[in-house]
Each structure stands twice: as C-alpha cells, then as structure tokens.
C-alpha cells in the first residue's frame, strides 16, 4: 500500500502534467482558430476554380492533355499528407491505417509530414519524396509538391495519383479522405479532386457565355496544372486546421483526466491519513488504559 508520501508526490508530478497539457491546450486552440479560418476561407476558392474550368471544358471542344491521360494502373504515388509532431489524438493512426490498405508493391509515397516519412520507413514503403510544410501552409510548399506529382505522372513513372489527407469537418471531427488527383477524371460539367461535396464538384453551367483568349483549350492547358496546385494547397490547409483542432480535443481530455485523478488520488490521500490519524489515537488510548 502506498504511503501518504508517494500519494504526495504522485499529486504533484499529476500536477504538473496538468499543468502542461493545459499550456498545449491554449497554443492549439489560438493555431487551431487561424487553420479553420484559412481552410474555411479557400473552400469558395476551390469552387470557383471548378467553375471557369466546367466553362472551359465546354468551349475546348476535343480538348486533350497530358494530364488527362487515362491509362492501365500498374504503379501508383500516393501523397501522404501528416503532421510533423504527434499529441493530436487518434489522427495519424486513422491516417496511416488507410495509406497501410494501398498495395505495398505497386504504391510509392510522396511524404509530406514527419509523421508520414517515418511510418514509411519503419514499414518499409517506397518513398519517391520527403517534403515538409510549415504550420501556417504556403502555396509554394504545396506547388513543389504538385509539381514532383505532376512530372511523376507524365513522365510514365506513375499511372495514378491519390492524395491521403485528413480532411477537416468540424473541431471535433476530422476524417481520412483520399482524393484522386491525376490522372484529371473528364466530365462534362465536372471536375474532380478539389473540394466539394463527397469524391466530387458538381458544376452548374451557367446562363453567361464567356469569352476565352487567346482560346479555351489554351486556357485550360494553362489553368489545369495551376488547379492542381492549389488543390495540394487547399488539403494541405485541411490537414494543418484538422491537426490543431485534433491536438487542442486531446490535450483538453489529457488536463480534464489529469484533474480528475488528482480528485481520486486527494481523496485516497485523506483517507489514509485519517486512518493513520485513527490508528495513532487508538495506540495512545491502549497505552493508557494498560498504563492504567
């Protein structure tokens, strides 16, 4: 049984821990308002994107592209989109459970994260290329991503590329999505990939007629390797407010519990001091008596 000592000291290390955890939970919460807003923010972006591209698409008439190749899937890239530190509850394990579900010989990785590079490594998974992002994303970090992408696919080096990340929904849910990428899927009136609702961007074609110069299939060969871009940055955006919102949840259960055992071990501390109190008096009063 333990002494009222080692209860002590127990409170105490339980204390400072407390302490920590509600420093972490403070950061998170300032970073986790900024990555909502900025992931928040480029949603109507993403949308309107899909639209000059539905328009685009319409007056491009037999319009091809490299980046529209479609062609028999023998190998694969897969973008991993982690975080670079750990504390932010069960988001990189549901991540990392859906990228271990892709075939280990036909898939190389294109790591983006800490966390993404290492569990490549420790399972032994092709990596094509280790990139890193900063907690507040730039565009050009998301473009040297979409670029290595990009020229994997068109040299022939892969005949597909999907994007794992985690995609934001609320503070307190954040869901592993994977999203295709190239090659781009043709539709008439739709764009895959950038965000929308499920797998997919309905585009609804409007009354306006535009004019595109010089042509629409010259801006659409232009637009399309830009689209991609920003559509790396736009989940890497999700993943970053998906990361704090995650880690600001856990760090808040970690104090709550925190405070709840010093509760329990307080309340042990009481009762065996007062038991030992009980016990002190009864010795002393047997002494008495037998004194006498």
Excluded at 90 to 116: M, P, Q, W, Y
């Amino acid at each position: 049984m333990p002494s009222t000592r080692d209860i002590r000291r127990r409170i105490k290390s339980v204390k400072n821990t407390a302490q920590i955890t509600k420093a972490m939970q403070m950061v998170a919460s300032a970073k986790m308002r900024k990555a909502q807003q900025a992931a928040l923010a480029g949603r109507p972006y993403a949308a309107l994107m899909n639209k000059v591209l539905a328009h685009a698409t319409a007056g491009a008439g037999d319009f091809t592209h490299e980046l529209l190749e479609h062609r028999p899937v023998k190998k694969r890239a897969v973008i991993l989109i982690s975080t670079d530190k750990g504390l932010c509850g069960a988001l990189n394990t549901n991540l990392l459970r859906e990228a271990a579900k892709f075939d280990k010989e036909s898939t190389v990785f294109i790591c983006a994260g800490k966390k993404a590079g290492q569990w490549a490594a420790r399972t032994k998974r092709t990596i094509a290329a280790e990139f890193s992002y900063k907690d507040n994303p730039q565009f050009g970090e998301a473009r040297a991503i979409s670029k290595f992408a990009q020229e994997m696919f068109i040299k022939g080096e892969v005949d597909e590329v999907i994007v794992l990340y985690t995609n934001f929904i609320s503070t307190l849910t954040q869901k592993p999505e994977a999203r295709p990428m190239l090659p781009i899927i043709e539709i008439k009136g739709v764009q895959s990939g950038i965000h929308g609702d499920s797998e997919k961007v309905a585009l609804e074609q409007s009354s306006v007629d535009y004019l595109f110069e010089p042509s629409a299939a010259e801006v659409l060969g232009e637009l399309l390797p830009r689209a991609l871009n920003f559509e790396v940055y736009q989940f890497l955006l999700e993943a970053k407010a998906s990361e704090h919102s995650s880690r600001m949840v856990a760090m808040k259960n970690a104090t709550d519990n925190a405070k709840q055992l010093i509760k329990s071990l307080t309340l042990e501390y009481n009762k065996l001091r007062q038991a030992n109190i009980t016990k002190e008096l009864l010795e002393i009063t047997t002494a008495q008596m037998a004194m006498g």
